[in-house]
C-alpha cells in the first residue's frame, strides 16, 4: 500500500481542534536493505473540554520509495513511502524503536 509522508518543520505546532502535536525529530532506519522513515512526535491537548494531557509516540510512515519527491499545497516536502502491513516487519520494528526510545510506549504505523 503506497502512502505519503508531509515533512513538516521540527518543533512547530500542527493544531486541531483539542490541541497540537509536534514532529521533534524525523529518522531513518536501515531495515532488511531497505529504509524505514519514521517521526518522533508529541501531542499536547490544550483546548478540550475534557481537560489536558499530552503523549509523545512515534509514527512510522513506512518504506521510503521516493525521498522527498515532490510538495504539498504549502510547500513542504513529500516523501512517497510503502506502508509496512506485515506482522513480523512491524513487531521487529518496534523492538528497534524502543530500544533507541526506552521512554516512548506508542508506536504507530500509519
Not at 518522533?40 to 519527491?69: E, N, P, Q, R
Request: proline share 4%; charged share 25%.
Amino acid at each position: 500500500m503506497a502512502g505519503r509522508y508531509v515533512h513538516f518543520p521540527l518543533n512547530e505546532e500542527i493544531r486541531s481542534v483539542g490541541g497540537y502535536y509536534k514532529v521533534l525529530e524525523e529518522g531513518i532506519l536501515d531495515f532488511d536493505g531497505r529504509k524505514v522513515l519514521y517521526a518522533l512526535k508529541g501531542a499536547h491537548v490544550d483546548t478540550s473540554c475534557c481537560g489536558s494531557g499530552g503523549v509523545g509516540y512515534i509514527s512510522v510512515a513506512g518504506y521510503v520509495t521516493g525521498w522527498k519527491s515532490s510538495t504539498n499545497e504549502d510547500g513542504f516536502p513529500v516523501t512517497e513511502v510503502k506502508k509496512i502491513v506485515d506482522r513480523d516487519p512491524r513487531a521487529r520494528l518496534e523492538a528497534l524503536l524502543k530500544q533507541k526510545y526506552p521512554y516512548v510506549n506508542v508506536i504507530d504505523f500509519d
